[in-house]
């Protein structure tokens, strides 16, 4: 059984922009699908569409086994958590948590018992209230976040909640928030343009481009194989080193060097992908590169550099040797992805 | 570095100077007021302003508050006061409200002509009540609303300004509000008194204050459509005390002096007990 489903999902601006090129997928009960991709490539539209606070221009979308398209934001079972909060200014922690359960006509004791719950759960306690401005940024987080969890809805939406954070409380925050969701089992779609908290929370990683779906897979699926170019160079940090190369005689090679003896794909030009800390040190190995800067991270070092006149980073541990100058390495087992030079798709 | 100081310390002066000099041309006429309602009538009218101070204040007022003219003796000073708070805070609210609705209407429903809607209700800054006095009047009267507290509030409410300011606030205030509201089932009516009602308070506030004193200011309207003197405000009513001024009897001048002075206490005390709340409403952007 799928929980929400998506079919040819589309969205035309009235300007005749089309934001969100028909989308079709499906997510399963109680998974976290993250949307993730560059700014303005429409995964705000997406998950508005979704919410109801956008039309759908064309498409299906149901949630829990209901064609939902024409309903009501309220009418959805679903909660949103938005990137500014949007917390009443003028209610204190415990109105806005029970705001929504208010406006359904659901009795005041219920109400009380659930805004206990949600803001037990989220450490509130001591703020219930208190009014938003009297509240720090994290806390008033989790007050959207017990905004949309007091009501039980069938589908969690989330736009950038931790991007208006610092980069410690955003770390805490997304183990909070995933944490949170594992327990409560609500499925949920989490919009950001951050791909560490992709990476991390999400059991399915969505990669958008320019209104178009690039990829859907697991966070270790999308890492290792990367359908497209532009996936391989939005996911990782330093990204995945892209380099024109050539397949001869059954073996793709950059300029000089032979990178993978086996390639299956036919002669011609192709798109050579290494993830940087595929490339490791060797003083045997086949590659030689030629190193122009060293990033001292501490636990690890980057190196930038070139191989055949073309920019290519590398990842090695701290035990690892690492000047500027000549650097002799190898490729680990498994380490090339080949993508069309043309069309950026994988091979 | 001494003749810097110098010349800051002149332009100061000056400023002073012309600060003062305004303060005074306002303050003097009103303490010239204060002044005659101390004296009795007799020597007001030999000597008119003076330097002196008179022992007539508790019977000048008594007279201003409770002495009625006319023929039917109910129009006294409480009488025209009450009229008058009637008309301020009826013309405020009922501008206040007629906006909010209006602006509300224009930011938040996709009407198919919301913006044209808005220039047109602008636009009706340009037809004050003095430009459409007649067609006005001719309304009134034919909806029998003459002499009535409808008749004098109700043609003076319609207001472009009010539409306008709600407008622009409203326009301030983030559309994930809005959003979440509506995830959170607040329907039309629900979000108007729920969300924007209070979120508006000090521009609420601000906007009574001024349309307060304009309402309790109006002269020509409450002059034409009240002719009943029960209906009378305070400053429609101090005219008709200095028209009995060129009777034969000494002119009343005390009494006419202090109901002036009446007149003006009500919009100062307003401005001054809620001017934190009118500079808020103005500047405050705490949303
Ligand atoms: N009301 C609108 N009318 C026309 N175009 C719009 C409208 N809203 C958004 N767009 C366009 O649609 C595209 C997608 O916008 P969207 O807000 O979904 O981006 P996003 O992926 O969420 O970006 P970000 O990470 O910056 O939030 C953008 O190019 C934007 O300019
Ligand atoms: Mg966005």
């Known amino acids: 059984m799928s929980h929400v489903t998506l079919t040819a999902l589309r969205k035309v601006y009235p300007n005749g922009f089309e934001a969100v090129k028909p989308a079709s997928y499906t997510i399963t009960p109680g998974e976290f699908v993250v949307l993730v991709g560059p700014s303005g490539c429409g995964k705000s539209t997406m998950l508005r569409m979704i919410a109801g606070l956008e039309d759908i221009s064309d498409g299906t979308l149901e949630i829990a086994g209901r064609v939902v398209n024409t309903l009501d ?275 | 570095m001494t003749t810097h100081k110098r010349r800051l310390r002149l332009s100061t002066v000056v400023d002073h100077a012309i600060l003062i000099a305004g303060s005074l041309l306002m303050i003097v006429p009103v303490l010239m007021l204060v002044q005659m309602t101390s004296m009795p009538d007799l020597i007001n009218m030999k000597t ?69 809607a808005f220039w047109i209700i602008f636009t009706t800054l340009l037809l004050p009540l003095e430009v459409r006095i007649l067609p006005s009047y001719e309304v009134v009267q034919r909806l029998g609303m003459l002499n009535t507290y409808q008749g004098l509030i109700i043609p003076l409410i319609a207001s472009a300004t009010a539409t306008f300011f709600f407008r622009q606030y409203f326009r301030s205030i983030p559309e994930e509000l809005v959003e979440a509201a509506r995830i959170d089932g607040a329907g039309p009516v629900r979000f108007f008194f729920d969300i924007l009602i209070p979120l508006s308070r000090t521009m609420i506030a601000a906007m009574f204050i001024i349309m307060f004193v304009y309402g309790w200011n109006q002269y020509l309207w409450p002059t034409m459509v009240t002719t009943e003197e029960g209906m009378f405000t305070l400053v429609r009513g101090i005219k008709q005390i200095t028209q009995m001024l060129e009777g034969n009897q000494i002119p009343e001048y005390g009494r006419a002096n202090m109901l002036a002075l009446i007149a003006i206490l009500p919009p100062v005390m307003i401005v001054i007990f809620f001017q934190s709340w009118f500079v808020k409403g103005l500047t405050e952007s705490d949303k």
């Open chain 2, 48 to 116: 008119g302003p003076s330097l002196s101070i008179g022992d007539q204040w508790v019977p000048n007022f008594e007279k201003a508050m409770f002495q009625a003219d006319g023929f039917s003796g109910i129009n006294t000073g409480t009488r025209m006061l009450m009229n008058s708070f009637i008309l301020g805070i009826g013309f405020a609210f009922g501008k206040i409200f007629v906006g909010m609705l209006a602006a509300y209407a224009i930011v938040y429903f996709r009407m198919r002509y919301a913006s044209l």
């Open chain 1, 73 to 347: 934001p309220a009418d959805r079972d679903i909660a949103m958590v938005f990137q500014n909060y949007a917390l009443y200014p003028h209610m204190t922690v415990r109105k806005n948590i029970g705001y929504g359960l208010q406006n359904r006509k659901i009795p005041k004791d219920v109400i009380a018992a659930k805004v206990a719950e949600a803001s037990a759960l989220l450490n509130l306690d001591d703020y219930l209230d208190r009014k938003p401005s009297q509240l720090s940024g994290g806390q008033r987080q989790r007050v959207a976040m017990g905004r949309a969890i007091v009501r039980d809805p069938a589908l969690f939406l989330f736009d950038e909640p931790l991007s208006n954070l610092d980069a410690k409380l955003r770390n805490q925050m997304r183990i909070e928030i995933k944490a949170l969701q594992r327990r409560l089992g609500v499925t949920s779609i989490y919009v950001t343009h951050d791909q560490v908290e992709a990476m991390t929370m999400a059991d399915r990683i969505i990669v958008m481009n320019a209104g178009r779906i690039e990829q859907i897979g697991t966070p270790a699926e999308i890492y290792h194989t990367p359908a497209t170019t532009f996936v391989a160079s939005f996911m990782g940090a330093p990204p995945m080193n892209l380099l024109d190369g050539q397949i001869a005689g059954g073996a793709a090679r950059v300029g000089d060097h032979t990178v993978m003896t086996d390639a299956p794909a036919a002669p011609g030009p192709v798109t050579v992908g290494i993830r940087p800390e595929d490339i490791v040190a060797d003083p045997n190995g086949p590659l030689t590169l030629d190193i122009a800067i060293v990033e001292e991270l501490g636990a690890h070092r980057l190196l930038h550099g070139t191989l055949a006149g073309q920019q290519l980073s590398v990842h090695v541990g701290k035990d690892s040797p690492a000047t500027t100058g000549p650097f002799r390495a190898a490729l680990k087992p498994g380490a090339v992805s080949l993508f069309d030079a043309g069309t950026g798709e994988r091979l």
